[in-house]
């Protein structure tokens, strides 16, 4: 293609380069090939300026970076300085790729963009489309699903897994925007068709600064990503969330409201059934009741996310509402793996204060015995939530065991005495497959025991190996022993 074809429309390319043929653009000099665009972006450990030398020795036509770095390249490469290079490289990549899904959805908010982004994809599938979604658990679509590795990846990888997905078909996308993609710019480059909000609460301090920032980083997707007059689903229950209506509003988004504090879909009750619930609905001003068959409150909050994003997107309420009866629970999230000796046992994703509160209050409505809480804190990461789990769970469960969750680089035994600051009476098993086991045997009739923090993760990340490790095998294990 021709640089003046891939350049958006606030680049403009130097005199007399226009026409220069590129191959292709990434921000990873070991990945320049003949003709590429190389981004130097500044990072979180080193700026890729500083890499420009060896992209050049691989052959990069055009070299973009920030303005005001001094930087110079020889005759015959093209030097563009930009404002925000990261914003840049997404644009650029959106143009090499060229096509996306028609309907693009993006979700945010601390709590739940993994569990609406699926919900999502499955209401978009009942109501007959080819659907998709991207996030942590990967790419979901309709032959089967890939594991990758960000939330919200990176815009080169980005937008070649949705021309891919464009190419297979699929016209419905639901993905992921996480805090860290968008402060990135990892999504400015993508056509989006409707946006939602979650919640916000504790996650990522080790990242942004405050907790401003952090929730400011994630109304972009809102001020900057949607256009004024596009739509935004909004959790009105969730914390923050009248904040992020009212920017919303301000911004001329066509805001759809739900939760008990909603008016698109206004939940009305919310009634457990054995291990399903039934949502009851004003809407349109007509009541009616859904049922849902996951448990969870925090399950049936996320699923009128998801409906509210799929209306706001055109689809007709009744349809959503009849498809949320259909859908299936989601990898690893509130995930009922068995029973032994009348006890249950759960695996959930919760890694951050409000999650494990969340899951372990929805895990309460089926203990007759005791709530047996397992868990721990993922090392390089937010520090500050260590205590403040460690006391939730001692509050909320009958029975704590701290072990261990992706020590990485730092000491476990470290990460664990941080939790049991927090955590008064608490037991500390490191080794997380005995921790499993243990409290899988301890299981007596009418308990219930939350293995949190993992989820659908297949590994144990110590040091900068990945062991394999997955909580349903040992909780399987265990039931089984
Ligand atoms: C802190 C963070 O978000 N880092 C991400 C970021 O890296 P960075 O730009 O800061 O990287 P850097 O190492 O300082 O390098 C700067 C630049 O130099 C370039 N470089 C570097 C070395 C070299 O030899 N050549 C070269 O060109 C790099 O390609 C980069 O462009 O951009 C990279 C490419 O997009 C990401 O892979 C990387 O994710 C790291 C691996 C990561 O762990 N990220 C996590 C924290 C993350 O993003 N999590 C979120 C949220 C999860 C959730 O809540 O669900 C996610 O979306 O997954
Ligand atoms: N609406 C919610 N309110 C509170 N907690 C929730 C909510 N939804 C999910 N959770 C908790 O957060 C965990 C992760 O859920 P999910 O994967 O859907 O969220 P996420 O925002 O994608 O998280 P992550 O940022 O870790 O990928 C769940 O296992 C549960 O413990
Ligand atoms: N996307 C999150 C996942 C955390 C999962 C938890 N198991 C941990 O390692 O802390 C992160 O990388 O911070
Ligand atoms: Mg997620």
């Given amino acids: 293609m021709r640089l003046s074809d891939v350049l958006p429309a606030d680049i403009e390319p130097p005199p007399g380069a226009h026409s220069i043929k590129v191959t292709g653009i990434t921000a990873a000099s070991a990945a320049v090939g003949h003709g590429a665009i190389f981004a130097g972006l500044p990072g979180s450990k080193v700026d890729g300026a500083a890499y420009i030398p060896e992209a050049l020795a691989r052959g990069a036509s055009v070299i973009i970076v920030g303005k005001g770095k001094g930087v110079a390249v020889p005759n015959g490469v093209t030097l563009i300085e930009v404002d925000n290079p990261r914003a840049a490289l997404a644009k650029i990549a959106a143009k090499f790729a060229g096509r996306q899904p028609r309907c693009a959805v993006a979700v945010t908010g601390t709590s739940g963009k993994t569990s609406v982004a699926d919900f999502t994809r499955q209401i978009f599938t009942s109501l007959g489309h080819k659907a998709a979604s991207v996030g942590t658990i990967g790419i979901v679509k309709p032959d ?80 900057e990503l949607l256009r004024a007059g596009q739509p935004a689903a909004i959790n009105m229950d969730g914390a923050r969330s009248a904040d992020v209506a009212a920017v919303a509003k301000a911004r001329g988004l066509r805001v759809l409201t739900v939760g008990a504090l909603g008016e698109t879909l206004k939940r009305t009750s919310l009634t457990r059934d054995g291990f399903q619930q039934r949502i009851g609905i004003l809407s349109e001003g007509r009541h009616c009741e859904v049922r849902l068959p996951l448990v969870g409150a925090y399950q049936a909050e996320n699923a009128l996310v998801a409906a509210g994003l799929a209306i706001a997107t055109g689809e007709k309420t ?20 068995g029973e032994r000796n009348g006890g249950l046992a759960v695996v959930d994703y919760a890694h951050k204060p409000e999650a494990l509160a969340a899951a372990l209050d929805a895990c309460r409505p089926f203990v007759t015995g005791r709530l047996i809480s397992v868990f721990g804190c993922g090392g390089d990461r937010d520090k500050g939530k260590r205590p ?82 997955s909580d349903h095998e040992e909780v399987r294990r265990a039931l089984e022993s």
Avoid at 173 to 192: C, I, K, W
């Fill in 144 to 223: 089967g699903a890939v594991y990758g590795s960000l939330t919200t990846p990176d815009p080169v990888t980005l937008h070649a897994t949705l021309a891919a997905l464009a190419d297979e078909g699929v016209t419905h996308l639901a993905f992921e925007a996480s805090s860290h993609g968008l402060d990135q710019n990892r999504l400015d480059g993508v056509e989006l068709t409707a946006a939602a909000f979650t919640n916000l609460g504790r996650d990522h301090m080790d990242y942004h600064p405050t907790e401003e920032a952090y929730l400011n980083a994630k109304i972009r997707l809102f001020t």
């Fill in 388 to 469: 403040i789990m460690g006391r939730i769970s001692v509050e909320k469960a009958d029975v704590t065991i701290i072990t261990d969750d992706n020590p990485r680089t730092e000491d476990a035994a470290a990460i664990r005495s941080e939790i049991l600051k927090g955590a008064a009476g608490a037991r500390e098993i490191g080794n997380r497959a005995e921790a499993v086991a243990t409290a899988v045997r301890m299981m007596q009739p009418g308990d219930v025991v939350l293995i949190a923090g993992k989820g659908h993760e297949t590994g144990q990340i110590v040091g900068d190996r990945i062991l394999p490790f």
């Fill in 318 to 337: 009744d349809a959503v509402l009849a498809a949320l009866s259909n859908l299936k629970g989601v990898p690893g999230r509130l995930e009922i793996i």
